[in-house]
């Protein structure tokens, strides 16, 4: 059995990344807004960057990993995935949501 590549930390969540169909790519800046620059991070993490925020929110707002993890959300979802192992892939809770 041929070992994996291991790919660094996550730049979302700081856990190893080891390659396979755990990893994704992530356009920073979305290539609707023109972006270019890719980063490989967490599939898991990249499903909630997309399940938090829209493209424009991502241009405007979001366009780097230090400001994606200083949102509550996604610092909630740190905490949590911190607990998964590194090949983890399912979907990610969904964030909470306040009840009327």
């Given amino acids: 059995m041929k070992n994996k590549e291991t790919l660094g930390p996550c730049p979302i969540c700081g856990r190893a990344m080891i390659e396979g169909p755990s990893v994704d790519r992530h356009h920073w800046m979305p290539r609707s807004a023109g972006g ?3 980063a490989v ?3 898991v993490c990249h499903r909630m960057i997309h399940r938090l925020f829209d493209e424009k929110s991502l241009a405007a707002h979001y366009a780097d990993p230090a400001t994606l993890r200083d949102h509550p959300e996604i610092q909630r979802f740190i905490t949590w995935v911190r607990r998964q192992p590194p090949e983890y892939v399912d979907w990610p809770r969904s964030p909470r949501r306040h009840r009327r």
Avoid: I
Wanted: net charge negative; glycine share 0%; proline share 0%.
């Fill in 41 to 43: 991070l967490h599939k």
């Fill in 36 to 38: 270019e620059e890719t």
